[in-house]
């Protein structure tokens, strides 16, 4: 899973690049894709599976592979109430990049670092499942 974790690291990092030239609109794609690919790497990990039987799980599963990959994940938190609080953070993330990237929507400085510092905050997160 390093490819996947490096990616996610320069996702990250691409989101701060393109906030920092006034590219506001990709840097969200960037930060939602940041935690979308730590999610992969940590869910693969704590179910003690490869990335090839991810992918062969997501491609069986009816529906979007994100929303599967998102309930999957936040199941493996424990308390329940927490659980519910990470998937809303999650969800609102995602939420973000889809506004972002489909909506007829000018995204400013303020959305795109409110975005960027959403999915830092889920990645520091994500080091204590």
Known sequence: MNYLNNK??????????????DLFAPSIHCSYYSVFQSMICVYCSKNGITFEEYS????AHQGSSHNHLIKGFCSLVDDKR????????????????????????????????????????????????
């Open 8 to 21: 996610s690291e320069f996702n990250i990092d691409g989101a701060e690049l393109l906030i920092n030239n």
């Open 82 to 129: 927490a659980s519910r609080f990470l998937k809303r953070k999650i969800d609102d993330l995602k939420a973000s990049r889809i506004k972002s990237d489909y909506d007829n929507f000018q995204v400013d400085s303020a959305f795109s670092s409110r975005a960027l510092s959403k999915a830092k905050e889920l990645l520091l997160e994500f080091k204590n499942i």
């Open 56 to 59: 062969d799980e997501a491609k």
